[in-house]
């Protein structure tokens, strides 16, 4: 049986040293990237697929239903999988649909208007955060945020503080 050993939010979704790094760390043997529109564009598919293949691990580009299913289904064989989405509303899909999932790694949300910066690379809104904290409480998953394996990680409960700091001011 296989095993998501870390699933991680990246609008980037596959690049280079924070894959390499986050691979060794969690002891990944297959990267699994669960995103519709990537799996119904060739171009972008290959992209990913040449991109993932350089980190020497197995890379499978998948639907998110798919991702689903596969796990329903034969339970992602025997990989260890880095489990990879460009937002939160799909991770939580999936976590919501029974893919287990320990430990959540929020990596890289580009800041736009309306988002709280909760570290440099990532922003949530208020919403997104409520879906994380609801997860954390049903499911048990450890959420946090890091953008890289070296830089410090923000805990969920810090996280929320800082929303709340944000909508005050």
Not at 88 to 116: F, H, K, Y
Not at 135 to 150: C, D, L, M, N, V
């Amino acid at each position: 049986m296989g095993k998501v050993v870390i699933a991680r939010v990246d609008a980037r979704l596959i690049h280079g040293q924070v894959m390499t790094n986050l691979s060794k760390s969690a002891g990944a043997n297959a990267i699994f990237v669960a995103d519709d529109a990537a799996a119904h564009d060739e171009f972008t598919k290959n992209i990913i697929l040449g991109a993932g293949g350089r980190t020497g691990l197995k890379v499978r580009v998948l639907k998110e239903e798919g991702a689903v299913r596969y796990w329903q289904d034969r339970q992602y064989d025997n990989y260890n999988v880095i489990l990879l989405t460009k937002t939160i509303e799909a991770m939580a899909t999936l976590i919501e649909s029974g893919v287990p999932i320990d430990e959540l790694n929020l990596g890289g949300i580009p800041q736009r208007p309306g988002l709280i910066p909760i570290i440099k690379e990532v922003a949530i809104t208020r919403e997104q955060l409520n879906r994380l904290l609801d997860i954390e409480t049903k499911f048990g998953t450890h959420i946090y945020f890091q953008a890289i394996p070296s830089s410090k990680k923000v805990s969920l409960k810090d996280a929320a503080k800082i929303v709340e700091s944000g909508e005050k001011s």
